[in-house]
């Protein structure tokens, strides 16, 4: 009798289990404390995302190591306890999957970390971080998938049964596959925009006739975020198979736009040079274009619009607002006379109201 099976014979199982627990316990400490350390130099950030994200699941994964080769080795010598090492097997499993789930992230958030949104054009960041987002979630699917593949394979009744349900399951197969039609498809959009990329997270675009930014990019929906807080969710397919305007699609700079309705009387090179110094002292524009015109008459009034580019969506809107305000402002103290108003005509006299 070698030394393993004299330790297992003088034991019972709990001693056995709780022993291997323990020992497992104090290395998955032993191994966070280190990570804890490790993480506190400030160039390490990848040792930060492992401290903030692997750490819980050491405690449940290493003593469930030491368990379970424990009880395999047990129940080796004891095939009673055979059900003690299925037990322990099934949270190895679990606990494995929960891993591997905690991996993916910290990649992810490795990959994130690199990305520059804060650039003037910081279309490329949002591209790739996308294709991340998506290839997350993709990856996390497969892994539970395989999780419980192998946790049902890992017995021999269940894996016969599933073998038996599947040679015996044509019709009820078939079934499914209809009814899956419409989830298959919106996975298989939710593929194609991640790697063609008709929209990335944070694009401006137009959808129901409403303006918003791209929030969420989900397996199966997309959720917009509108400019008054509102969200729109839209299945991922209405990307594909709808016409809609992604204002960013292939540059972040973006140029807007402001309407001015005033009187014929509107001085409108004043105006024009108004605004070029309104651009000149702000540091939202980002110098390339600008224009004032004349784009309509509207019976007693004209229209007035002026043009600015800014480096992305959120400085666009700014801008443009900017400009609105700065330019009222000048005509109302400068050129009140251009500002809206109704000419009243009679025979005796002619009376001019503003409105």
């Keep these: 009798m070698n030394f393993i099976e004299a330790f297992f014979y003088k034991n019972e199982p709990w001693l056995i289990v709780l022993i291997s627990g323990v020992v497992g316990f104090i290395i998955s400490a032993l191994l966070i404390n280190i990570i804890k350390i490790a993480a506190l130099k400030r160039q390490w950030n990848a040792v930060k995302a492992i401290r903030e994200n692997l750490t819980s699941v050491l405690y449940f994964f290493v003593p469930m190591v030491f368990v379970t080769a424990s009880t395999r080795a047990y129940s080796a010598i004891y095939p009673e306890y055979g059900w003690l090492f299925a037990i322990s097997k099934v949270s190895l499993i679990a606990a494995t999957t929960w891993l591997m789930v905690r991996?993916?992230?910290?990649?992810?958030?490795?990959?994130?970390?690199?990305?520059?949104?804060n650039s003037p054009d910081n279309n490329q960041a949002r591209r790739m971080f996308t294709k991340i987002k998506f290839v997350k979630r993709m990856v996390i699917i497969l892994?539970?998938?395989?999780?419980?593949?192998?946790l049902l394979l890992s017995f021999e009744g269940v894996r016969q049964y599933?073998?038996?349900?599947?040679?015996?399951?044509?019709?009820?197969?078939?079934?499914i596959g209809f009814a899956a039609q419409k989830s298959l498809a919106n996975l298989m959009a939710g593929i194609q925009i991640a790697f063609t990329q008709p929209i990335k997270i944070d694009d401006v675009v137009i959808v129901e006739g409403e303006w918003g930014r791209i929030e969420e990019i989900n397996l199966t929906y997309v959720v917009v975020n509108i400019w008054d807080l509102r969200r729109i969710v839209l299945p991922i397919t209405y990307f594909i198979e709808t016409p809609f305007q992604n204002w960013t699609r292939n540059d972040s700079a973006l140029i807007g736009t402001a309407f001015f309705q005033l009187n014929y009387h509107a001085p409108v090179p004043k105006l024009r040079e108004k605004l070029k110094e309104i651009l000149d002292n702000t540091p939202l524009w980002n110098g390339k274009s600008w224009a004032l015109q004349i784009t309509d008459t509207q019976g007693q009034l004209m229209v007035v619009r002026a043009i600015m580019s800014a480096r992305n969506s959120s400085e666009t809107f700014d801008l443009r607002c900017l400009v609105r305000e700065k330019m009222i402002e000048f005509i109302a103290k400068e050129y009140p006379e251009a500002l809206p108003s109704t000419r009243i005509e009679d025979s005796q006299s002619q009376v001019r109201i503003p409105e």
Excluded: P, R
């Design 162 to 175: 599933g073998v038996g349900l599947l040679t015996s399951a044509g019709i009820f197969s078939v079934i």
């Design 103 to 117: 991996v993916v992230i910290i990649v992810e958030k490795i990959l994130v970390d690199q990305l520059d949104f």
């Design 143 to 150: 892994i539970v998938i395989v999780g419980v593949s192998v």
